[in-house]
């Protein structure tokens, strides 16, 4: 069967009675239809005296073509830790309309592990995407305005650094000229559109702690400089107050079930390459409060979104993870050996040995954090006993378990294995858990430790234009941020062409930019695009309504 056609044939339960596994009370469960809902935490404030659950996120190798099935496994291990007898929630991010009609399609997993109703949480979902839409586009909208009236605040109309945004691949948006068509439409002037996927109102949303935090953060939004060069924020357009209001119910947390009837919340969807790359905070901790165990994912491999978990929102809602999941499938690890996509179904075990040095220092950077490590193999029909347990014994010799995994096709039972080795290393060890660099620490050298000690690279290299800036932000009270890298997911270096774990090479950071808001500094490399556009034959081209008036082609 199909994943959509799996969805389909799920006996989903009334969400209010998944909440009641989790002690929602019903006062708090606000429904979008019969299957999802809403949780208003101001209606159980007693939930924050709970104690907190078990934190366990889920990262991958680096991404390629082949495959790696990061969501599935996250799905397939809440599953499966629930089929053991340990009550688990699940926190995933929200699919954007961008890949769905693009071409990664949806991310609301696979086969027997997905999260429901499925065509729903990728097709609009509950509107929060809508409402991040709306809220950066009035601060859009309303920056011009101050403009039209006079600019009191005196911006310098060639260094506005607010975008817009629309949740579409778009790429004839990438760049536009607005204003035009007299004075009644206002002035002339270069914008142009980033995804809202990729926008810092959505960081901002997954990164506070409640609606006064998200207010404080909106106002923290750095929108353009005066001509005298000093900063302009929203706050000092008065927008923030709108902004939050319009992001008041995007900013209750989503909840919904898997295919065996377990919690799931989704929540937010920051870019992992150019964000943070994880579902929100307020999400994650009403888990943790309401769970024994809380399984989560992070945007990308485990280079990007796993660095940012740790050191971006672990940091800032001073989150402590008692263990790591790294997915990892052969397909994957014999195209980081050299092997053609059209190939990967053939044993090669020279190549596989080769590519598991992606996975090896995967592994090693998730350790040098002080957390339990297990690998999840992904098990695909082509794969051989014997690639299997190349993997196994390549992990024992770094002291780390591997299990294969079946829940594409198995659902729970194929990840039992899994769930149970994860109890156990949660029972017997305790993670001692550390960031990859102190707060004072300067920003360029922050930049330059993620570099050298998570990415493997030789030498980083800037622009002095690049440091001038970073000591500018310094001096402006900016140091202590955390450093969020922009960089390709498919490689260790900015070359996505370097698969495996490449050395002796150079990275050269572009240029930075400040998210007050978010509360991080973006360092940019190599060619990172913020609107993608769509491919030759975009998935859109075969999404419809079948007879029955059912979303066909998602899939």
């Not at 994957?332 to 190939?343: D, T």
């Not at 899994?418 to 300067?442: N, P, R």
């Not at 002796?504 to 973006?522: K, P």
Request: glycine fraction near 10%; charge should be neutral; include cysteine.
């Amino acid at each position: 069967m199909k994943d959509i056609e799996i969805a389909r044939a799920a006996d989903m339960k009334p969400i209010a009675r998944i909440a009641q596994n989790l002690e929602i009370p019903e006062d708090a469960l606000e429904p979008y239809g019969r299957f999802k809902a809403k949780v208003n935490l101001d209606e159980m404030p007693e939930v924050n005296s709970r104690p907190h659950g078990k934190l366990i996120l889920v990262t991958a190798v680096s991404p390629t073509p082949a495959g790696e099935g990061k969501t599935t496994t996250t799905v397939g291990l809440g599953d499966a830790l629930n089929r053991i007898g340990l009550k688990t929630t699940i926190c995933l991010r929200e699919p954007s309309l961008g890949p769905c009609f693009g071409m990664k399609g949806g991310a609301a997993g696979g086969g027997y592990a997905q999260v429901v109703p499925m065509e729903d949480i990728n097709l609009h979902f509950t509107g929060d995407l809508h409402a991040i839409t709306a809220a950066h586009n009035l601060l859009s909208a309303m920056i011009d305005n101050h403009i039209y009236w006079g600019n009191a605040e005196n911006i310098d109309q060639r260094r506005i650094m607010w975008r817009r945004v629309v949740d579409i691949n778009d790429r004839s948006l990438r760049s536009i000229t607005t204003g035009l068509g007299g004075v009644s439409n206002g002035y002339p002037s270069e914008s142009g559109y980033d995804i809202t996927v990729a926008s810092e109102v959505m960081a901002v949303l997954c990164l506070a702690e409640n609606l006064q935090d998200l207010q404080d953060r909106l106002g923290r939004l750095l929108i353009a400089y005066r001509k005298d060069k000093t900063p302009v924020y929203c706050r000092d357009l008065k927008a923030d107050g709108a902004m939050t209001a319009l992001l008041k119910d995007a900013f209750r947390p989503n909840l919904v079930q898997t295919l065996e009837n377990n919690p799931a919340f989704i929540h937010g969807g920051p870019f992992a390459n150019i964000a943070h790359g994880c579902n929100s905070v307020i999400a994650t901790k009403t888990a943790l409060r309401l769970s024994d165990y809380v399984v989560t994912e992070a945007g990308f491999g485990a280079d990007l979104g796993a660095e940012k978990f740790f050191n971006i929102k672990c940091r800032q809602a001073g989150l402590t993870p008692n263990a790591v999941v790294v997915v990892a499938t052969v397909r994957a690890l014999k195209m980081h050996g050299g092997v053609a996509k059209n190939a990967l179904t053939e044993e090669n075990i020279d190549a596989l040995e080769k590519g598991m040095s992606n996975l090896e220092r995967h592994v090693k950077n998730c350790q040098s954090y002080g957390v339990p490590v297990i690998v999840a193999i992904n098990r695909y029909g082509p794969d051989t006993d014997q690639e299997i347990a190349s993997i196994i014994q390549r992990m024992e010799k770094l002291g780390v378990k591997a299990v294969p995994c079946t829940h594409w096709a198995n659902g729970s039972k194929g990840t039992e294995q899994l769930a149970t080795s994860v109890s156990e290393i949660l029972q017997t060890t305790e993670a001692d858990f550390k960031h990859l660099y102190e707060d004072d620490l300067g920003l360029w050298k922050k930049i330059r430790r993620i570099c050298k000690k998570i990415y493997g690279a030789s030498k980083v290299t800037c622009d002095q234009s690049v440091k001038d800036q970073l000591k500018a932000y310094e001096e402006q009270g900016y140091g202590h941020l955390s450093v969020c890298m922009a960089k390709t997911p498919y490689s260790f270096s900015t070359d996505p062409s370097l698969l495996g774990a490449p050395t002796d090479y150079s990275i050269h950071v572009r240029a930075v930019r400040l998210s007050a808001g978010a509360g991080f500094i973006v360092a940019l490399t190599g060619d990172i695009m913020v609107m993608p556009g769509l491919p030759r034959h975009p998935a859109a081209e075969t999404i419809g309504l079948d007879e029955n008036g059912q979303v066909e082609g998602l899939f």
